[in-house]
């Protein structure tokens, strides 16, 4: 049945993109004028995991240039988004990633709220399994980076988050958590385009403190590196795209802020068990070209985490790996939005992704 669900939610969303993609034409002959300072797309969102069940939703976007006279800065990307899922979850988020001066300047501004119902393991001597938990989310996030010298930047980021969660069976006492995380980060980056790299790097480095003195009950502090490598394959038509990512939490970290095997490191795992402090991934991903609207991914990883309340999970290998397809959102810009459908460690999970999974 899960393999049924996952053929039809491909051929679906195929459907449905090719529908959009005829109406955006139509529309663009129409309005050739507007393009030229604005590149709109309304995409849907389908998918489903084994956690939050079916995903629907949908996700205008809009490309445009912050200043016509600017030919360096790569077009910046405004959105909305709205997904309501069959378990009773629903998500608003407004996402802004803002290029200024040449490229010497690049803002990020995200917001999203909702209620998020999935479930987490716990080991107990008594009762082990998975218990359902409900949270009710806010975040606000605010960053802006400035170029140092050609390829390095240096930023800082603000993040309010503000959950409500109530656990099934008072299995945990229901607590409200608020926390003001403050992000200094580098980033060294080679790429030779944003939004869809063929060649070059970038590197991550970020230090997240939440202390006592600035609104947060326990000081907490989290460090983050990344680095992606791309190479252009079969005359610069393919990508083969590597990551490596480090998560460190220290300190009293709360529940909501734990690292879960899952998401960008390592697909495949959407039952939300494998959840610690800190994590660890390693992943490759191929991008096959075969047309210059579409393409498909394969890709493969490993996993580990520490900090577990489980301790049996701390510092095991998780695999995952999985096949994906995309499909270009703009006519003028190489954006990405897809599909991918992966397997882990007695899991699977099926993700939408918009832009590429790194």
Same mark, same amino acid.
């Given at each position: 049945m899960q393999k049924y669900i996952i053929v039809i939610l491909l051929f679906f969303s195929v459907s449905v993109l090719h529908?959009?993609?005829?109406?955006?034409?139509?529309?663009?002959?129409?309005?050739?004028?507007?393009e030229k300072k604005y590149d709109f797309s309304l995409m849907p969102f389908l998918s489903y995991n084994r956690n939050l069940k079916f995903m629907i939703g949908a996700i205008p976007m809009v490309m445009y240039k912050t200043d016509l006279k600017d030919t360096i800065s790569p077009k910046s990307l405004s959105g909305l988004s709205a997904v309501y899922t069959t378990n009773g979850s629903y998500f608003f988020a407004f996402f802004n990633k803002l290029f200024f001066d040449e490229d010497n300047w690049r803002v990020?501004?995200?917001?999203?709220?909702?209620?998020?119902?999935?479930?987490?393991?716990? &080991?107990?001597?008594?009762?082990?399994?998975?218990? @359902?938990?409900?949270?009710?989310?806010?975040i606000l996030s605010l960053g802006a980076q400035r170029k140092i010298i050609p390829g390095l930047y240096g930023g800082i980021s603000y993040t309010y988050s503000h959950y409500d969660t109530e656990y099934e069976d008072d299995v945990q006492p229901a607590s409200t958590t608020i926390t003001n995380g403050l992000d200094f980060n580098f980033l060294y980056d080679?790429? &030779?385009?944003? +939004?869809?790299?063929?060649?070059?790097? *970038?590197?991550n480095l970020k230090w997240i403190t939440y202390p006592e003195w600035f609104g947060n009950d326990v000081a907490a502090?989290?460090?983050?590196?990344?680095?992606?490598? +791309?190479?252009?394959?079969?005359?610069?038509? @393919?990508?083969?795209?590597?990551?490596?990512?480090? *998560?460190?939490?220290?300190?009293?970290i709360a529940f909501e802020q734990q690292e879960t095997i899952g998401g960008k490191d390592i697909r495949g795992?959407?039952?939300?068990?494998?959840?610690? &402090?800190?994590?660890?991934?390693?992943?490759?991903?191929?991008? +096959?070209?075969?047309?210059?609207?579409?393409?498909?991914?394969?890709f493969a990883g490993l996993a580990t985490i520490y900090g577990s309340d489980n301790? &049996?999970?701390?510092?095991?290998?998780?695999?995952?790996?999985?096949?994906?397809?995309?499909?270009r959102a703009f006519k003028d810009v190489k954006f990405n939005i897809g599909l991918d459908a992966a397997v882990g460690k007695d899991d699977w999970g099926i993700y939408f992704r918009i832009g590429e999974a790194f």
């Open positions: 529908a959009q993609k005829s109406q955006t034409d139509s529309l663009a002959n129409a309005e050739e004028s507007v990020k501004l995200f917001a999203v709220t909702g209620d998020h119902y999935s479930q987490f393991f716990m &080991d107990d001597q008594e009762s082990s399994g998975f218990y @359902d938990y409900g949270t009710n989310t806010t080679t790429r &030779d385009e944003i +939004y869809y790299p063929t060649q070059g790097s *970038k590197s502090n989290k460090v983050v590196t990344e680095y992606n490598r +791309y190479i252009s394959m079969r005359e610069n038509t @393919d990508v083969l795209a590597t990551r490596f990512s480090a *998560k460190f939490g220290l300190g009293d795992y959407s039952e939300g068990k494998y959840r610690g &402090d800190g994590l660890v991934a390693l992943q490759g991903e191929y991008r +096959y070209n075969f047309n210059p609207k579409m393409g498909l991914v394969g301790t &049996d999970f701390n510092w095991k290998l998780y695999p995952g790996a999985g096949v994906g397809y995309r499909y």
